[in-house]
């Protein structure tokens, strides 16, 4: 399989050739390359559009999930704004730096449909603070295009947290890149109080798809249930992030190799949840059966368990990760974080299990945004799925450890 | 009849309890000393909740409607 290797600060990202967003990506990322593959864009009444991204079910990309069609027709009002999050702050993610690296004018694609269609004349445009390459492959692309919308572009804090979506409103305000509290949705009172479609860089690819091929064209492959493609990162392999696009249906035993299916694998990035080894070894990539298996997609991260290590040993390891990225304001979240990071520590040295329940009953729901509950989420998981180890653990054994002794 | 319950406005909560000493029926504190909110605020308890909501020294505790579902 083809693919184009960008390096990224220390990384090497390889970003592999794909069925649709990831096409022709050899081609480089010029506006002449792109146009020989992709339509300029027509623009669509703001109910067309809607109607559009109801027959493909877009949902956002960023790991909430929430269905697309519902934002657009909600952020539809007087100075309505568009904002483009390429900000990315979850560190295991490179599927928007991929596609802004190798499809930067899809993404500028999808946000000019919607501009049009909800009337704004100017784009917001959110770049990563941590990976210069992108900023300036968007920053080019932005360059060549002439007609269409004003992009204005501002540039996030490299923080997991910064990218949340009232953290971006912040940033565009001038304030700290930080969460608040949202008394009311973005779409409905967002930048400067106006009505805004806030979404990620892949759900605008996946809008201009759809604007360019149509519902049928869009629905060519992928489920019925559960049409055209999505971005995964897959992480964890010595060679470091590779970035892949997969139709929904596509068999995992297709995506990941055989030592990854029979790992422990974390599903939808340090906010997402452990499945068991194997899990995926008969499933597909689709929402509703990642869901049905008790993980969520997110923002398309995958990482099987690296041999040797230990899903609870690990999850410890990100448990302190996030609690030393969190923004601090939140008294629950600055205090509670630490001291489940606390308890985790415990809990892989084999004590404290009531401790890691009592707390993550405690922390869901009470922060300006999801960082505690995408935490707790994680522990939860782990609880769910690795019950056996964990009693090795209080044992004083690691049968992971053990594993790795033998290897 | 519409249906209140309590939020709280976290990054401006700074443990002060005040909410807790007006409404214990409703809030209990946590071991850092900042509210644990239960469900919906009965039309009995309107009256104190809105003192409480009045009382937070950071304006940090809002009654909202309900949201439908």
């Known amino acids: ?407 | 009849m519409s249906t209140h319950r309590l939020r709280v406005d976290w990054p401006n909560c700074k443990a002060r309890g005040l909410c807790f000493e007006l409404l214990p029926e409703l809030v209990s504190l946590d071991e850092w000393g900042y509210p644990v909110v239960a469900g919906e605020v009965t039309a009995e308890l309107l009256r104190d909740a809105r003192a409480a909501v009045r009382a937070c020294p950071h304006l940090a505790l809002r009654l909202v409607p309900t949201p439908p579902g």
Not at chain 1, 40 to 63: I, K, Y
Not at chain 1, 249 to 276: D, K, R, Y
Request: aromatic share 4%; glycine share 12%.
């Open chain 1, 1 to 407: 399989m083809s693919a184009v290797v960008v390096a990224l600060g220390r990384r090497r990202l390889r970003i592999a050739e794909g069925p649709r967003l990831l096409a022709g990506i050899a081609d480089g990322p010029s506006l002449e390359a792109h146009r020989r593959q992709w339509p300029a864009v027509r623009a669509v009444p703001l109910e067309q559009l809607a109607t559009l991204a109801e027959g493909m079910q877009l949902r956002g990309r960023g790991g909430a999930g929430f269905p697309f069609a519902t934002k657009l027709r909600t952020a539809a009002g007087r100075g309505a704004v568009v904002v483009v999050n390429v900000s990315e702050g979850e560190p295991a993610s490179f599927k928007d730096a991929a596609l802004a690296l190798v499809r930067p004018h899809l993404i500028l694609d999808g946000a000019e449909l919607a501009a049009s269609a909800l009337g704004a004349r100017t784009v917001h445009v959110v770049l990563p603070g941590e990976h210069a390459a992108v900023r300036e492959s968007l920053l080019a692309a932005i360059a060549e295009r002439d007609g269409g919308p004003a992009f204005r572009t501002h540039v996030a804090d490299q923080r997991f947290v910064a990218g949340q979506a009232r953290a971006v409103l912040e940033l565009m305000a001038g304030r700290p890149n930080l969460p608040v509290t949202s008394w009311q949705p973005e779409a409905v009172a967002g930048h400067r109080g106006k009505p805004t479609l806030l979404s990620n860089a892949e759900t605008y690819a996946q809008l201009a798809a759809a604007g360019a091929l149509g519902s049928d064209g869009f629905a060519a492959i992928g489920l019925a249930s559960e049409p055209g493609t999505t971005l995964l990162t897959l992480n964890g392999e010595s060679e470091g992030p590779v970035v892949r696009e997969a139709a929904f249906g596509t068999p995992w035993s297709m995506i990941l190799a055989p030592e990854a299916l029979n790992a422990p694998i974390l599903v939808g990035g340090f906010h997402g949840a452990w499945l068991q080894a194997g899990a995926l070894s008969r499933s597909e990539v689709s929402r509703a059966e990642l869901l049905r298996l008790g993980a969520n997609i997110g923002a398309g991260i995958v990482l099987p368990l690296a041999v040797g290590a230990c899903p609870v040993d690990e999850t410890a390891r990100v448990v302190r990760y996030l609690a030393g990225e969190s923004a601090g304001r939140c008294g629950p979240c600055l205090n509670g974080l630490p001291a489940l990071a606390d308890a985790m520590d415990a809990l892989a040295d084999g004590s404290g299990r009531e401790r890691v329940a009592e707390l993550t009953g405690l922390l869901p729901g009470r922060g300006a945004c999801a960082h505690p509950d995408g935490t707790v989420r994680l522990v939860a998981s782990l609880l769910r799925s690795f019950e056996p180890e964990l009693d090795l653990h209080a044992a004083g054994r690691c049968g992971f450890a053990i594993l790795r002794r033998s290897a």
